[in-house]
């Protein structure tokens, strides 16, 4: 066996020789058509007039390219090479060559595999190299992911209530005056609640783009809710602010298109300016929320401006409201009695219980400046039936002249009023006609069913029922016909000074006819002249208040008789 | 926190990775000091572990050509490894020069590399990634840009499954992998078993755990059940040589000894 057949003879041979020495990626079949066509060039350098060592060196190549990598496939194919590629040739070796072919061929391969070696160690270690640089860079993109996360807000993309601080914080050090102003929607809670959350987070998400794009030197944030802040850089007087607050609202109203919806969102604003001296960040933003809450109270829709006097006064009002407790319970609370008389024979009917505080700091207050502040805590119920206990108690050591109390709007709201003054009555054995209540116009503006029954259980006790400030809300005459009230209190303020206007006189005089009209018993607060006491009296009015006919006073200087 | 699926203290070239042990089993040199270490280790009681790597290898090549043959063009070779001899493009792309190929590793510097050594191939692309994390793959907008989910796809998990516990649900995952295939698409596996070496293979599995991704082998009625949705395309779930060898010289005297399962599944 020689030439082409014995070529493939030796092929089938080296390749079955080989097999499994390395994972080559061939089939057995593919393996014998390549290393035959190695055969036929190893064939051709034995039978060339010169030894060709190239290309020995180019077979020994290729067949490590091709997979043969392990030296168990080299030392293999020597053996084989060595064993029977002349006597598979039919050739002879006359001149050694077979020993050179086998030297050249052990050299290629150890040669071609210290080369591929080498080149796939430095890439393992390029690409370890590269996979660390990676992993740091996608370690550090996460780390500032999640620190932008910690300070933005996820549904606008805006810096959140920290990011805003901690700029706040920064522009207290760069500069010498501070501008803030606090942004809140009004009345947004309805938008959620009516026409649902992905609706309101597409007014929020619509607000945020317009405030970004209010000026590009304004930090804006979402503080959280519908609230929003901007950070007005380089402010020289509150006008500054006052004016990016304008520009702020008039971008939120304009209307905003949801879902083909369009809805008109109003803002208000807080506006805080001023030196950076003296302050700190936290002052800024506290006033700031202060000046927000203001502009809700005063109507909505608006800025308001920081002022020290109100926020004082409002510190003041808040320290007040959170002492009333303590001071009911330690009973600082007390009337004082201010003289009704008859205008006619200017004989004392009757006296009006008015509240006084004994402030163990401020001393005594009036009640128009704590009122107010248990009517918004709802203190007035206690305290009111306290007072009402008090002025019943003097009434009946007087056992003459009838107590006017006054009864707030949330007294008659309340279930069992009408038990605990008829109890009150009977502790304290008063006869029921020496009490009488007053309720505010306001009270009974839209009187329900429960209202009208309180008031004719009160008038079935017994009690005198009167409508105090009449006149001043939106009198609706209708009520006062199915009413069981017995009198009108009337303001004399109109009449005020030297001669007063004599349209306001004649609409005193058109509600003083009407009282008496309707059988009721008139009375006029606020008597200040001699002058005054005698045009009510020629108007019709029955009995006087003021001070000009008596003084709130303490019951031992009330001259009975 | 929104953690990166691996960090800088993950690629720590003093511990051994299957990646770069598979590609030492298998003559290359793309490997370091450890994986070499584990190997020489895992020999010393099974010295034939090269040989059966081999035979692993061919599987993939035969299983590769016989999707081409029967028209897939798209291939999804999840823990592919270091890319070198005989890789699925090699094959794929030799029959159909426009096949697609997205090899998916967890090995950091495997994927590197294969980045590197890919670099010229517009129809591939390498993708770091946990098999544990099949949503990550199958929508990765590099993957969803080179492969069509509407059309045939090979999906191949060859020696993968092996180091997914059941803890970790493969079962769960091969399933999520399905429901995102179309008719015509096909899945191959080979996974390791106890079943022919029970001792040696507890050997093997006790020195995998120095690499991140520890053995589970499994039995074979185990493994058949990766193909639940599948039909199963002859001759089955056999011997790794058993799978339609390219001749009978191919396969051994105890085609068992090969300790690894494996089949290919067509998707109806």
Not at chain 1, 360 to 371: D, E, N
Not at chain 2, 42 to 63: E, G, K, T, V, W
Not at chain 2, 156 to 172: I, N
């Amino acid at each position: 066996m020689s030439g082409p057949a014995g070529a493939a003879a030796f092929a089938h041979a080296w390749a079955d020789r080989v097999a499994g020495t390395s994972y080559v990626s061939m089939t057995r079949a593919e393996s014998r058509i390549f290393l035959g066509a190695l055969t036929g060039r190893l064939a051709a350098v034995l039978a060339a007039e010169e030894f060709d060592a190239v290309a020995v060196h180019q077979v020994g190549t290729d067949f490590f390219d091709a997979g043969y990598t392990a030296p168990e496939a080299l030392g293999r194919t020597v053996a084989l090479v060595h064993e029977r590629l002349l006597r598979d040739l039919g050739r002879t070796d006359p001149d050694g060559r077979l020993g050179r072919l086998i030297d050249v061929l052990a050299s290629s391969c150890a040669r071609a595999q210290l080369d591929q070696t080498l080149d796939a160690q430095e890439n393992m270690r390029r690409a370890a190299l590269v996979a660390r640089i990676r992993a740091e860079r996608a370690l550090h993109e996460s780390e500032a992911r999640s620190l932008h996360a910690a300070l933005h807000d996820p549904l606008t993309g805006l810096p959140n209530r920290t990011l805003f601080a901690r700029h706040v914080a920064e522009a207290f050090d760069a500069d010498d005056r501070i501008g803030v102003c606090f942004v809140g929607l009004d009345r947004f809670k309805a938008i959620n609640d009516s026409l649902g959350h992905g609706v309101g987070n597409a007014v929020l998400t619509a607000v945020a783009q317009r405030l970004r794009a209010v000026g590009e030197q304004l930090f804006v944030a979402r503080l959280g809710g519908d609230e929003f802040a901007v950070h007005v850089p380089r402010t020289t007087c509150v006008d500054d602010v006052l004016k990016v607050a304008d520009r702020v609202l008039a971008t939120v109203a304009a209307p905003i298109l949801v879902d083909g919806r369009e809805l008109t969102v109003t803002a208000s604003a807080g506006v805080v300016e001023r030196p950076t001296s003296g302050t700190d960040a936290g002052d800024v933003l506290r006033a700031a929320d202060i000046s927000l809450h203001w502009a809700k109270a005063d109507g909505r829709d608006r800025p308001a401006a920081f002022d020290p006097d109100r926020n004082a006064a409002d510190v003041a009002r808040y320290e007040l409201a959170a002492a009333m407790p303590g001071a009911l319970a330690r009973d600082e609370f007390y009337p004082v009695y201010q003289p009704l008389v008859d205008l006619n024979s200017r004989r004392l009917v009757g006296v009006e219980a008015l509240a006084r505080w004994r402030h163990p700091v401020h001393g005594r207050l009036p009640a128009g400046s704590f009122i107010g502040l248990a009517e918004d805590s709802g203190l007035i119920v206690p305290l009111g039936l306290r007072l009402m206990e008090l002025s019943c108690r003097q009434a009946k050591r007087w056992n003459g002249p009838l107590v006017s109390v006054n009864l707030a709007v949330r007294q008659i709201r309340r279930p069992g009023l009408v038990a605990e003054v008829a109890a009150l009555l009977d502790r304290v054995e008063l006869p029921p006609e020496l009490l009488q209540l007053e309720i505010t116009e306001s009270a009974v503006l839209e009187p329900d069913d429960e209202t009208v029954g309180t008031l004719r259980a009160l008038d079935n006790l017994g009690i005198r029922l009167v409508i105090d400030d009449f006149g001043t809300g939106y009198a609706n005459l209708a009520y006062l016909a199915d009413l069981p009230v017995r009198g009108l209190k009337v303001a004399a303020a109109f009449l005020r000074g030297q001669g007063f206007d004599s349209r306001r006189a004649a609409v005193l005089e058109a509600m003083i006819s009407t009282g008496r009209a309707l059988g009721l018993t008139v009375t006029a607060e606020g008597i200040e002249t001699p002058e005054q006491a005698r045009t009510l009296r020629r108007m019709g009015c029955h009995l006087g208040q003021g001070w000009y006919l008596g003084r709130p006073t303490d019951p031992s200087s009330i001259r009975l008789g | 926190m929104d953690r990166p699926s691996w960090a800088p203290d993950d690629i720590d070239l003093d511990k051994p990775t299957a990646a770069r042990a598979y590609d030492y089993l298998l003559g290359g040199a793309h490997n370091f000091a450890a994986d070499r270490e584990m190997i020489r280790a895992a020999m010393s009681f099974m010295p034939d572990l090269a040989l059966q790597a081999q035979a692993n290898r061919a599987f993939l090549r035969r299983a590769v050509q016989y999707l081409v043959d029967v028209g897939v063009r798209q291939f999804l070779d999840i823990g592919s490894g270091i890319p070198t001899r005989g890789n699925v493009h090699e094959i794929a792309q030799r029959a159909a020069p426009d096949a697609r190929v997205v090899y998916v590793d967890i090995d950091p510097v495997a994927v590197s590399h294969g980045r590197h050594f890919l670099a010229g191939n517009p129809h591939t692309y390498v993708l770091q990634e946990d098999v544990r994390n099949p949503t990550d793959i199958v929508k990765h907008p590099d993957v969803t840009d080179l492969l069509d989910f509407e059309r045939p796809i090979g999906l191949l998990m060859v020696a993968l499954l092996h180091v997914v516990p059941d803890a970790d649900d493969p079962y769960g995952i091969v399933a999520h992998l399905r429901d995102e295939l179309s008719p015509g698409s096909h899945i191959v596996i080979g996974h390791g078993t106890h079943d022919s070496r029970p001792e040696e293979v507890a050997k093997l599995t006790a020195i995998s755990r120095q690499t991140p991704t520890a053995m589970s082998t499994r039995t074979r009625e185990d493994v058949v059940r990766f193909f639940d949705g599948f039909e199963l395309v002859d001759p089955g779930v056999v011997w790794a040589p058993l799978w339609r060898p390219d001749s009978p010289e191919d396969v051994p005297e105890d085609p068992g000894r090969s300790g690894n399962y494996v089949g290919v599944g067509r998707l109806g």
